[in-house]
Protein backbone atom coordinates (compact mmCIF):
# COMPACT_ATOMS: atom_id res chain seq x y z
CA UNK A 1 0.00 0.00 0.00
CA UNK A 2 1.19 3.25 -0.71
CA UNK A 3 0.88 6.46 1.46
CA UNK A 4 -0.08 9.50 0.04
CA UNK A 5 0.64 12.95 1.59
CA UNK A 6 -0.74 16.24 0.65
CA UNK A 7 1.00 19.00 2.38
CA UNK A 8 -0.82 22.41 2.04
CA UNK A 9 -3.01 24.46 4.42
CA UNK A 10 -5.97 22.91 2.17
CA UNK A 11 -6.35 26.11 -0.53
CA UNK A 12 -8.01 24.99 -3.65
CA UNK A 13 -4.56 23.64 -5.18
CA UNK A 14 -3.49 21.57 -2.57
CA UNK A 15 -7.15 20.44 -2.93
CA UNK A 16 -6.85 19.73 -6.61
CA UNK A 17 -3.42 18.00 -5.52
CA UNK A 18 -5.56 15.83 -3.66
CA UNK A 19 -7.69 14.78 -5.78
CA UNK A 20 -5.55 14.42 -8.97
CA UNK A 21 -3.41 12.27 -6.67
CA UNK A 22 -6.23 9.90 -5.62
CA UNK A 23 -7.24 9.92 -10.05
CA UNK A 24 -3.73 8.43 -10.44
CA UNK A 25 -3.85 6.39 -7.68
CA UNK A 26 -7.45 4.56 -8.70
CA UNK A 27 -6.63 4.31 -12.97
CA UNK A 28 -3.09 2.06 -11.76
CA UNK A 29 -5.24 0.10 -9.13
CA UNK A 30 -3.02 1.07 -6.87
CA UNK A 31 -3.57 0.63 -2.98
CA UNK A 32 -3.04 3.89 -1.28
CA UNK A 33 -3.72 5.52 1.76
CA UNK A 34 -4.21 9.65 1.72
CA UNK A 35 -3.31 11.83 4.42
CA UNK A 36 -3.61 15.51 4.31
CA UNK A 37 -1.30 17.78 6.72
CA UNK A 38 -2.02 21.20 6.94
CA UNK A 39 0.69 21.41 10.29
CA UNK A 40 3.45 23.88 9.15
CA UNK A 41 6.05 22.50 11.94
CA UNK A 42 5.27 18.76 10.08
CA UNK A 43 5.35 19.95 6.76
CA UNK A 44 9.00 22.09 7.69
CA UNK A 45 10.51 18.79 9.50
CA UNK A 46 9.52 16.85 6.04
CA UNK A 47 11.82 19.63 4.26
CA UNK A 48 8.75 20.97 2.57
CA UNK A 49 8.63 25.15 2.70
CA UNK A 50 6.21 25.66 -0.77
CA UNK A 51 2.67 24.25 -0.93
CA UNK A 52 0.65 22.25 -2.34
CA UNK A 53 3.68 19.45 -1.92
CA UNK A 54 3.20 15.58 -2.53
CA UNK A 55 4.98 12.73 -0.64
CA UNK A 56 4.77 9.48 -1.76
CA UNK A 57 5.79 6.64 0.81
CA UNK A 58 8.07 9.09 2.76
CA UNK A 59 10.07 10.55 -0.70
CA UNK A 60 8.97 14.47 -1.65
CA UNK A 61 7.95 14.04 -5.46
CA UNK A 62 6.13 17.31 -5.86
CA UNK A 63 6.40 20.87 -4.63
CA UNK A 64 4.85 24.31 -5.37
CA UNK A 65 2.70 22.94 -8.35
CA UNK A 66 0.05 20.30 -9.46
CA UNK A 67 0.75 17.80 -11.82
CA UNK A 68 -1.86 16.48 -13.99
CA UNK A 69 -3.07 12.77 -13.45
CA UNK A 70 -0.76 11.55 -16.19
CA UNK A 71 2.18 13.22 -14.72
CA UNK A 72 1.15 11.89 -11.24
CA UNK A 73 0.84 8.38 -12.76
CA UNK A 74 4.56 8.29 -13.81
CA UNK A 75 5.41 9.06 -10.03
CA UNK A 76 3.22 6.56 -8.39
CA UNK A 77 3.87 3.45 -11.53
Same mark, same amino acid.
Given at each position: ?13 ? $????? /?? $??? %?? %???? *?? $????? #? *?? /?? !? !?????? !??? %? ?18 ? #?? !???
Amino acid at each position: MKKLQVLGPGCPKC $EQLAQ /NA $EAA %AK %ALGV *DY $ELEKI #K *DL /NQ !M !MSMGVF !MTP %ALVVDGEVKVVGKVPSVEEL #KA !MLA
